[in-house]
């Protein structure tokens, strides 16, 4: 059965689509047959599968509210659906947490990310409230600085909401809006570099909230090598 992660927040500039589009090629990497769904009017994942002509990952475009019906009559033969969401439309956001089986909300080490986070956990929860507690959920600490005092205080206010927070994470690399530019991900210029690390750790967590597997999130600590420039 596939299964449909959607990257959301409704804070632009969040990373959305650079996460989306590094996990989905994680994902292919595994040998996964994923397609990556650009719901963002404003075509952020489109100009990125422009620049790499579309060789990369299959991409399709279903900016609209009836994503979660259209989406059903398209994903048959993948086993992933990786949404990249559109930030500031409630509509859309509804749409997306509708269809997907894990909500995935990339927050970097800012109050103002925090603060736009309430209008799309009010979503989150209204639909649980119908839908016996589905879909999943987890915050994801991206771009985050190491040793920052601002770090910490972002997984402090975090855990006051009643959604995980993955222990994996990204921290700032200048790889990540490098391949990004180029069209490609982390895998594309530094397949076992820290960032790739990075991003294969994401996936495979998300793997073991999706699959159920014996899993325990936790405030991350930020650890991984965030000193470094890639």
Same mark, same amino acid.
């Given at each position: 059965m596939t299964k449909t992660i959607a990257v959301l927040n409704q804070k632009g500039g969040a990373g959305k689509t650079t996460i989306a589009t590094n996990i989905a090629h994680a994902l292919v990497r595994d040998g996964f047959a994923t397609l990556?769904?650009?719901?963002?009017?404003q075509g952020s994942?489109?100009?990125w599968n422009a620049v790499n002509g579309g060789e990369l990952l299959p991409v399709v475009r279903l900016d609209r509210e009836s %994503?979660?019906?259209d989406l059903a009559n398209i994903a048959?033969?993948?086993d992933f659906v990786v949404i990249d969401g559109a930030p500031q439309i409630a509509k859309l956001s509804v749409a997306a947490v509708k269809a997907a089986d894990l909500v995935l909300i990339p927050v970097q080490p800012s109050p103002y990310d925090i603060w736009a986070c309430?209008?799309?956990i009010d979503i989150l929860e209204a639909r649980r409230e119908i839908t016996d507690g589905k879909p999943k959920a987890a915050f994801l600490i991206s771009r985050a $600085?190491?040793?920052t005092k601002l770090s910490v205080e972002i997984v402090e206010a975090l855990n006051t909401y009643d959604i995980p927070i993955l222990n994996a994470h990204t921290t700032q690399r200048v790889i990540y809006p490098t391949a990004a530019a180029e069209g490609g991900t982390v895998f594309s210029i530094d397949p076992k570099g820290p960032a790739?690390?990075?991003? $294969?750790? $994401?996936?495979?967590? %998300?793997?073991?909230? %999706?699959?159920d597997t014996d899993h325990?999130?936790?405030?991350?600590?930020?650890?991984?090598?965030?000193s470094g420039t890639r």
């Open positions: 990556l769904v650009d719901a963002d009017p994942l489109r100009d %994503l979660a019906k048959d033969g993948y309430a209008d799309l $600085i190491r040793n790739a690390r990075e991003i $294969i750790a $994401i996936q495979r967590e %998300l793997m073991e909230v %999706l699959h325990e999130t936790r405030p991350p600590r930020h650890r991984a090598e965030a």
